[in-house]
């Protein structure tokens, strides 16, 4: 058996395997799935570290990406405050000196999470793997992100007007999603695209800016992104414009792309 395959046997039924490339759920591992996380994880708040363990565990609530679990000894009870009980789990505040941020604490009081706590995310002020800051989510152990340079002819319309046209574009691909095109701006009708507020962040590449795209049907919002200042590990796709495929028509060496479906 290969190395590391153990893990995979454990997650995919033994029935499955000879047919894996039809039966195995994308993105992967599934809904409900745990597993011991290797790193010492710490969470921030207030100037304490609320949390600072080597026992951490990753815990799929859906199967898009896992979120750190804790046992309840590695969460001092001096900063939870105000316990409030719902069905098979009390939520409390977090409170250090002077600062609280409600409802941010979640302890498992049934089932088999019994003892176990989840902090909310963007309730904490900073959250490290060993001694690197992450952001957003925790990274899936089973995904990865490829960025590579190609020289295939790519053409994206919006209702029917070309919005870019490039032999140069490079494709991220990203376990479980659609493959990526990221486009040189040179290569984009920036004429018809101006700033939007939006951004949004991802723990793979970072965080992104959106342009609107105005047509004479209309201003479309949310289609089109960059990234200013990528994680080092996309740094290829700096600069570059991507777009929603979902809601946009690509076409690949002159032939029609199949719109993704949305998840």
Not at 137 to 157: A, L, N, T
Not at 173 to 182: A, D, H, I, N, W
């Amino acid at each position: 058996m290969l190395k590391g395959s153990h893990r995979l046997a454990q997650l995919i039924p033994v029935r499955s395997v000879a047919s894996l490339s039809h039966k195995m759920p994308i993105p992967f591992p599934p809904a409900g799935y745990t597993e011991n996380a290797q790193r010492r994880v710490r969470v921030l708040f207030g100037g304490e570290y609320i949390v600072d363990t080597r026992k951490a565990k990753l815990v799929w609530e859906h199967s898009y990406f896992p979120y750190y679990y804790f046992h309840k000894s590695d969460v001092p009870e001096e900063f939870l405050r105000n316990p409030k009980q719902g069905d098979k789990l009390t939520t409390f505040d977090l409170t250090v000196a002077d600062r609280t941020a409600e409802a941010a604490v979640i302890v498992h009081t049934e089932g088999d999470l019994k003892d176990f706590v989840k902090v909310t995310f963007d309730k904490a002020d900073a959250w490290l793997e060993e001694d690197e800051e992450f952001y957003y989510h925790p990274k899936d152990p089973y995904k990865r992100v490829d960025v590579q340079q190609s020289s295939r002819h790519v053409r994206v319309e919006i209702d029917g007007v070309e919005v870019a046209n490039t032999t140069k574009p490079r494709l991220l691909f990203e376990t479980g999603l659609p493959v990526r095109t990221y486009i040189p701006k040179s290569d984009v009708r920036l004429d018809l695209f101006t700033q939007s507020k939006l951004t949004t962040g991802c723990p793979y590449k970072g965080i992104a800016n959106y342009y609107d795209v105005n047509l004479p049907s209309g201003k479309k919002e949310g289609l089109v992104w960059w990234y200013r200042a990528p994680i080092p590990e996309c740094s290829e796709i700096k600069g570059l414009v991507a777009f929603y495929d979902e809601k946009v028509d690509v076409f690949l060496d002159g032939v029609k792309v199949e719109r993704p479906r949305k998840a």
